[in-house]
């Protein structure tokens, strides 16, 4: 059972709404590559995750309002991004059917599988700079300001997260020679 939004709440709710929406919506189709439907659908997910804890959220400052609906906003934008690799892994196209013979086909299938399984195991950071690096395809600079870390740090993340699937595959999946870019002796900064 969906629990209920207060009567009394509706009307703050609804200022809220108005009032961070559009800017929302703007920065959620961002996210996801321009697709305006499932920007407006995290958007109204973000506004009932805040309508029920309106509570608790009714008594901080507008700009902490803020940040906790954007923080909100991006948690279930990488939660639709890991649902449409999830789904993406789970049903073979037709032109790589074409492409491929079958068990070969089944097998890459379920590399994909297991690799977004990995990459939804990983700490949050990882995950998070994963998803926005290879679903999202955004450059480290772009990453490391909306994360608000430094590039090093993104690319510290990236290095770890490539070492976890290595690690985990093992021998299975041969990496691009890319992944080999690393630079010694960086560290991740405290988040």
């Known amino acids: 059972m969906t629990p209920q939004i207060p ?7 609804t200022e809220l709404y108005v009032r961070f929406r559009d800017d929302m ?5 961002r996210l996801l590559g321009g697709a305006q439907h ?3 659908d995290v958007v109204q997910e973000t506004f ?8 608790t959220l009714r008594a901080r400052p507008e700009d902490e309002q803020r940040a ?20 993406e892994a789970g049903g073979l196209s037709d032109d ?5 013979d079958t068990p070969r086909t089944a097998v890459s299938h379920l590399l994909l599988r297991r690799c977004w399984k990995i990459i939804d195991s990983m700490t949050r950071a990882q995950r998070r700079v994963a998803l926005l690096k290879w679903q999202g395809e955004w450059t480290t600079g772009e990453i490391a300001e909306h994360l608000g870390i430094t ?11 490539r070492r976890t699937l290595a690690t985990e595959l093992g021998s299975e999946v041969v990496f691009p020679s890319e992944w080999r870019d690393e630079r010694p002796g960086e560290e991740a900064e405290d988040e």
């Not at 919506?25 to 189709?29: H, L, P, S």
Request: charged fraction near 25%.
């Open 7 to 13: 009567p009394e709440h509706w009307g703050e709710i």
């Open 25 to 29: 919506v703007r920065f959620a189709a």
């Open 38 to 40: 499932l920007a407006h």
């Open 48 to 55: 009932k995750a805040a309508a029920l804890r309106w509570g």
């Open 68 to 87: 906790w609906l954007y923080r909100v906003l991006k948690n279930k934008v990488f939660d639709q991004w890991g649902a449409a690799s999830r789904s």
């Open 96 to 100: 790589l059917v074409a492409d491929l």
């Open 151 to 161: 590039d090093t740090t993104v690319r510290v993340h990236l290095r770890n997260a």
